[in-house]
C-alpha cells in the first residue's frame, strides 16, 4: 500500500465525543454531528482521536464510534479511528475492532509516557503494520505524546507495506514542511492545526486538513481548503485570521483546547459537545466567561465582515 491506495483527501475533521452528564456517549448527538459536517463539506471524519478523548474511551466504546460514524457518514467518506495505546498488541486489537466496525482506516500514535528512541519507535510501526487489518495513518503530536514522528522517521515508515498517510500535528512548520518533502511522494500527508497554518499547508501541497475546529467553526474551518484549492486567496487568508484567533482563544486564560471545544459547541447550540470525561473538567468560572465573551466578539466580527 502506498498513498495511491486510497483516495482521501481534503478537510476531515477529528470529532468530539459527546457524553451525557451521567458520562455516557450520547450516541445520537454524535451521529448528528458527522451529518452537519459533512454537509458543510467535510470530506471524511476521525473518529477517537485527541479532540475524541481516546484515553477515556474502552475499546468496545471506541467501535460503537466507528460503527455510529460509519452509519451517519452513510458513504460521503472515509471513517478513520483513533487506537491510540502504548502496547502494539493492545493497537492491533484496536485496528481489528474497527475494520470489524466498518471504519476504512486506523490512526496510529506512537507508544506515549515512555521514552523511545527512533529504533525503538521504527520496531513498534513496524509490528503493528505486520498485524494490521486496515490502512494506517500515522499520527504526530509528540506535545501529547512525548513521542516524536519526526521527519526522518516518517520517511522511513512511509515504505511501511500497510501505511498509507500521516497526520502532522507537531504544531511546527518547519516539521511538517519536511515530512511532506520527504515522504509525500509515498505517503498522503495532512496538516494537524489547520487553524493556525492550514492555508499555507495546502498551498505546499498537504493532502488534506485534520483539525478540531470545524465541530465549533463550520463550514469556515473546512473552507480554509476548499477556498484555497479554489485559488479564493482573500477568503482563505480571513478565515486563517479567524482561526488563529480561535486558536488563541481556546488555549489561554486557563483553558485548554478540549474542554474548550465542547463548551464552544455549547454556547453555540452545536450537537456533539456536552461534558468531558474526567480528568478533563468542564470550563467554568472565569475561564468559561472569556470563552463566550470572545466567540461572541469573534462571531459579531465574522458577521460584519460578511
Known amino acids: 500500500m502506498n498513498r495511491t491506495s486510497v483516495d482521501w483527501s481534503g478537510p476531515m ?27 458543510a463539506g467535510a470530506t471524511g471524519m476521525v473518529v477517537a482521536g485527541c479532540t475524541g478523548e ?19 457518514g452513510r458513504g460521503r467518506g472515509p471513517v478513520i479511528v483513533g487506537t491510540g495505546a502504548i502496547r502494539e498488541g493492545e493497537v492491533v486489537d484496536q485496528i481489528h475492532a474497527a475494520k470489524e466496525a ?42 501529547n505524546a512525548g513521542n516524536a514522528v519526526r521527519p526522518e522517521l516518517a520517511d ?13 500535528s507537531s504544531g511546527d512548520w518547519t516539521n511538517f514542511h519536511d515530512t511532506l518533502l520527504r515522504a509525500g511522494d509515498r505517503i498522503r500527508v495532512f496538516c ?5 497554518f492550514g492555508v499555507a499547508a495546502t498551498l505546499a501541497g498537504a ?11 463550520a463550514p469556515g474551518c473546512l473552507d480554509l481548503w476548499h477556498a484555497t484549492r479554489a485559488g479564493r486567496m482573500r477568503e482563505a487568508w480571513s478565515l486563517q485570521r479567524t482561526g488563529l484567533a480561535l486558536t ?16 464552544a459547541m455549547d454556547r453555540l447550540d452545536l450537537t456533539g459537545g456536552g461534558r468531558p470525561r474526567p480528568p478533563l473538567r468542564p470550563l467554568e468560572g472565569e475561564a468559561l466567561r472569556g470563552l463566550e465573551e470572545g466567540l461572541d466578539r469573534l462571531l459579531a466580527r465574522r458577521a460584519e465582515a460578511a
Open 192 to 196: 494537524g492545526p489547520s487553524s493556525v
Open 13 to 39: 475533521p477529528a470529532l468530539t465525543t459527546p457524553f451525557r452528564d451521567d458520562f455516557t456517549i450520547d450516541e445520537e448527538a454524535f451521529a448528528s454531528n458527522v451529518d452537519r459536517l459533512f454537509e
Open 207 to 217: 493532502d488534506g486538513l485534520i483539525d478540531c475546529f470545524p465541530n465549533v467553526w
Open 248 to 263: 488563541e482563544l481556546f488555549t489561554s486564560g486557563g483553558r485548554s483546547l478540549y474542554p474548550a471545544t465542547k463548551a
Open 54 to 72: 481516546f484515553w477515556a474511551l474502552t475499546l468496545s466504546e471506541r467501535a460503537r464510534l466507528a460503527q455510529t460514524a460509519v452509519a451517519a
Open 102 to 143: 466498518g471504519a476504512d482506516g486506523a490512526l496510529v500514535l506512537p507508544p506515549y509516557f515512555v521514552r523511545l528512541g527512533d529504533s525503538e519507535l521504527t520496531r513498534h510501526f513496524e509490528a503493528v503494520d505486520a498485524q494490521s487489518a486496515l490502512p494506517l495513518v500515522l499520527y504526530n503530536i509528540p506535545g
Open 156 to 168: 522511513r515508515l512511509a515504505d511501511l507495506d500497510r501505511v498509507v498517510a500521516i497526520k502532522e
